[in-house]
Every structure is written in structure tokens, then in C-alpha cells.
């Protein structure tokens, strides 16, 4: 299988060792996304490329999953606006369609294998609560809203579970010169996306001397199976972030060619794939060693 | 979908429960195992079936499973001899094909869930360990093997749990009348089921007071992501046994009619299996609830 990376940061650095380490791939190349345009659509390179993995920031992945799509190559990307992957899929689905495409959507871990592991605990125990607590880890979305704040040169906000999927929010923060760091705290905390969680603010010389990819998922679901009440189920994790998406896009790119193969053109989120796709071998060395 | 169940005892009892539970679903029938030469194979009423759940004892699946799938009726089992999966989907498989039928095989928890979650976690980190680590529960079969021992009069082996895939086994017996416990507790011992593994052999008044049908496992991956070492995933349950397996059975006799009606004719295991075909509900109201 020939796959190439569409996006170099940090989850296309690791998709690329995920795909060195694959016994069945091929890395055919590597893109920076601003090449999509004139080098990666017209180049006639990327008519050979089984899978192309879509690792730009998320609101471009619409954009080059369709492009490639409508040229009958498929994608795989993690997309992770929750509220908008029906919407995506919805979009690619026709055009991979028409094209003979697949496009695997929301390929990481949240969305994406937790995704799976919350639709078998569904199946097993189909009333009930489940609860997904996240972190220890770095909340993007939220490191983002802390850097915006006026007189905040660097923010870290880190996600902390308190369990029931309730979080804390860490934020560190190196201020610029002369600033009030009360003030400063003041409107992080009235700012929109931490004032419904308990918040903390703390001020530090150095964002950088803070830095790590771990994170972790702590995913509970207490439920009934048939009318016996009390079945109870964990899902934990405790990972280096990058390093697990660029594997799962990876895992998902060997499932898109095998989709594509049985002419199962469509777009696809992880709760419709087959475990079994996800893995190199065949049926039979897996059903031997996984069932 | 209309679904009858053949075989009546824990899990049969269960399947029913889950049946009368799900949304989509109606039970047709039950029928006691003894029944199916001359009711169920000639009875032109289980031509309206969907699917039957075959819960009878593991050894008598495959000649059921075989007689409804060439008349084109689905099953579901949960066939739980690891080392014979392969040769049962093996045999199945072509007479689903012929016949326009769909099995799914060795549908329980382990066999079963657990094989997704293994399937899972060997995707998202693919070198590393599992272990597998099943208990505190009852082992059927090192129950029989101890209940098989001479001067015991009922049996009950507990597996405990010690980690990395190694297990004690607990022996609670009731002796026959003037029976020495020494020498049974040697016999046991040195049974080829015990001799491997740390054993402790106890003599009790009543096994019927024992009785628990609660089972759990803890499931425990440490692997690498591309060329990230010390991902680590583990996966808990502390359950009701019967109970989960007869709800895993009833959500995989869903999957059975969704790939008839799509002509995916095959014996299937459920590492093979779309998890949302296993859930009640659209893809869209799934998508968006659990992706």
C-alpha cells in the first residue's frame, strides 16, 4: 500500500514512523499542505497513492478530502469538531461514491477509537450511563482560548478528569511585560470556554519547559444488560497524543484500501469499520490470535 | 426482526430478557434443544425467522448452526472453545454462502467483546503485550474437571485473577460421605486442569450456597504507537456472565440481519463485525451520539 502525508506537524511526524513501522506500507510522500494546490492535484505522482492521510489542521480536511475523493484516491483524516462529523461525512460520502473512493473520517482517539470502544459498551449493556473523562492532557481548544486573552505571550491549559465527564481546566501562562496577572486571570476565568468548569490560573516563567504530548482517557460505562442492571465497564489510557493518532489514521489508511478492494465506496467514521481491517495479516493468523 | 432462541438454560434465560428489552426486535420462540430434530428443522413456522440464537451447550453448535444456515436462517453463538473458532467459521462459512444465510460465531465476551477490544488495541498500538486476565468467576471448565474428580459430590473452581495472563484457582468442593480430603485434594492437584497453575483446594458444607454468576476481566495492553514506546490501555468489566453474554448474543443477531439484507452471506466472528451494526438506531442518530 502506498500512503502519503498531507500535512507535516506533529500528527504527520508520527504518522510517518507509523508507517515505516507497517510491514504491509509504502511511504510514497510527504506534503506540506500549502503544496496541495499547484504540486499535490495536478502532480501526476499521486494517481499511484492508495491512501493519502489528511493531517492539516481540521477545518481543512473537507477541503483535500473532497479534492482527492472526486479523484478516486482515498483519504483518511482526524477531523474533531464533534458537532460537525455527521455534516462531513454527509459531504464525502457521494463523492466517494461517484469516485469509487473511501474516506475514513474522524480517525484519532477522540472521536475515533474511544467512538468504538463507547459503541460496543452500547451493545453490551445497551441502557445506562457512560461517562468519558479526559486527560491528564493538553486541551488545544482551550490552550488557544487561553493564548488569546490580551497579555498572555504563551498558555498551556490543561485538562484534568475529575470523573461523570466533568473536567478541570489548569491554565499556565506566561504573561508579557508589565502585565497584571490578576487582570489577566480575571478574564480567563470570564472568558466562555472556562467559565463552566473550575478553573485555575497560574502564572510560570516558561511554557516551553512544560511541554509534553501525554494524555489519557478514563471511560466508564455503568449499564443493563437485558434486565440485569449494575454491569460495569473501564476503558483507560494513558498515551503520547500524536503518536496514537498518526498510528490510528495509519491502522484506518490499511482499512480504506481493503474497503476500496470489496467496492464499499463510501465515507466512514471508526464505529463503521471492521476491527478485523484495521490490522495487517489475514483472516485467519487474526481470528487465531485475536478471537 | 423476528428471533427465537434454541436451548434454554442461563444464557437462553438471558437472551430472552434482552430480546424482550430491545427496541427492534420480537421474540418468536423457545425451544428446548431436545426439540430441534423433529420440531424445529420440519416446523414450517421457523421459516419466518430472522435469526436464532443457538445457546446450547458449545459442543452441539456447530450441527444447529449448520442445519439453519442451509435453510437460510441466521444464528448467532457463542461458541467458546478458542483453539476450534477458526475450523467452526471454517466449516460454516461456504454454507452461509450457498444458502444466503449470515453466522456469527462465538459471540460472548471472550469470545467476543473482548476479541474487538484485543483487535482495537492491537490497532492503535501494534507491538507490545495483552494480557488477558479473567476473574474473580466461576470456570466451567475447571468446574467440571473438579466435579469429575472421584469422592467429590459438586464442585465450584473460582479463577483469580494474578496478572499478566497468570491465574489462581480457588476449589471450593463438597466430599461425598466418609471421603478423605487429603486424598481428594491430592487427585485435584495433580489433575492435568490444576497441575499448571496455583491451586488451593477447600472443602465446604454447600456449594449451592456459593453461587455466583458474577465474572470480570481486566484486559491490559502496554504497546508502541509508530515508534512510541509505553502506550498503555486496559480494559475492566466486573459483570453478570450470562446476563452480558445473552445481551452480546441479541446485539449480534442485529449485525445478522443487517449483512443478510446488505448480501454479506459469511460465517463471521465479531472482530469481522461493524460495531454500529450491533445498535438499534440510524447511522446518523449513531454517528452523532457516539462518534
Known amino acids: 500500500m502506498k500512503i502519503a502525508i498531507l500535512g ?30 499547484d504540486q499535490m492535484v495536478n502532480d501526476q505522482m499521486v494517481n499511484d497513492l492508495d491512501v493519502v492521510l489528511i493531517c492539516t489542521p481540521t477545518r481543512e480536511v473537507q477541503k483535500f478530502a473532497t479534492v482527492l475523493a472526486a479523484r478516486g ?7 474533531d ?8 461525512r454527509s459531504a464525502l460520502d457521494p463523492v466517494c461514491q461517484t469516485n469509487k473512493a473511501v474516506s475514513i473520517i474522524s480517525a484519532g482517539w477522540d472521536p475515533g477509537s474511544d467512538s468504538m470502544v463507547r459503541a460496543l459498551l452500547m451493545a453490551m ?34 485538562t484534568i478528569p475529575l470523573g461523570t465527564g466533568i473536567h478541570r481546566r489548569m491554565v499556565y501562562i506566561e504573561l ?3 502585565v497584571d496577572f490578576k487582570a489577566v486571570e480575571a478574564a480567563i476565568l470570564a ?3 472556562f467559565a463552566h468548569d473550575e478553573t485555575h490560573v497560574i502564572p510560570v516563567e516558561s511554557i516551553d519547559a512544560l511541554n509534553n504530548v501525554a494524555h489519557g482517557v478514563n471511560l466508564v460505562r455503568n449499564g443493563v444488560s437485558g434486565e440485569t442492571h449494575n454491569q460495569r465497564f473501564e476503558f483507560n489510557m494513558a498515551i503520547n497524543n500524536p503518536a496514537l493518532t498518526g498510528q490510528v489514521m495509519v491502522s484506518c489508511a490499511r482499512a480504506a484500501v481493503r474497503m476500496k478492494k470489496r467496492g464499499e465506496y463510501s465515507a466512514k467514521t471508526m464505529i463503521e ?7 495487517p495479516g489475514t483472516t485467519e493468523e487474526l481470528v487465531k490470535a485475536l478471537v
Open 81 to 88: 469538531i464533534h458537532g460537525q462529523i455527521w455534516s462531513l
Open 125 to 158: 449493556a445497551p441502557k445506562g450511563l457512560t461517562y468519558t473523562n479526559f486527560g491528564p492532557g493538553r486541551s488545544m481548544g482551550h490552550t488557544v482560548a487561553a493564548k488569546a486573552i490580551k497579555g498572555v505571550k504563551n498558555a498551556l491549559s490543561m
Open 73 to 79: 484516491i482515498c483519504t483518511v483524516d482526524s477531523f
Open 8 to 37: 507535516y506537524g506533529n500528527i504527520g511526524r508520527a504518522a510517518e514512523e507509523a508507517i515505516k513501522a507497517a510491514p504491509d506500507m509504502e511511504l510514497a510522500g510527504i506534503y506540506h499542505h500549502n503544496e496541495i494546490n
Open 191 to 193: 472568558d466562555d470556554y
Open 176 to 178: 508579557e511585560e508589565g
Open 273 to 279: 469499520l471492521r476491527p478485523i481491517d484495521l490490522l
